[in-house]
Nanobody
């Protein structure tokens, strides 16, 4: 059973930065698609950024140039560096991995950006 545990969320002022971390229970990041999603109040789930098993990166248009996704395979950890945060970035952020066509999710970490 794969477990993903996020951390690093919190309350920050607009223009500030946060770094989210997601630790996996096993060595899954180097060979599977992994990413960060978010769900804002009253909205649907949105893919924020991901890394494919080949290392290809994807960013949502709304975060390009501000967020950076990265992984440390040795530490089984996925990161999301978030800079120049905006109030519209307020959401619950989830780490997710697709392993042999099965999706695994963390419990989420709340990010709140005040104006």
């Amino acid at each position: 059973q794969v477990q993903l545990v996020e951390s690093g969320g919190g309350l920050v002022q607009a223009g500030g930065s946060l770094r989210l971390s997601c630790v996996a229970s096993g060595s899954i990041f180097s060979s599977n698609d992994i990413g960060w999603y978010r769900r804002a109040p009253g909205k649907g789930r949105e893919l924020v950024a991901d890394i494919s098993s080949s290392g290809r990166l994807y960013y949502a248009e709304s975060v390009k140039g501000r967020f950076t996704i990265s992984r440390d395979n040795a530490k089984n950890t996925l990161y999301l560096q978030m800079n120049s945060l905006k109030p519209e970035d307020t959401a619950m952020y989830y780490c997710a991995a697709t392993i042999r066509a099965v999706g695994y999710w963390g419990q989420g970490t709340q990010v709140t950006v005040s104006s």
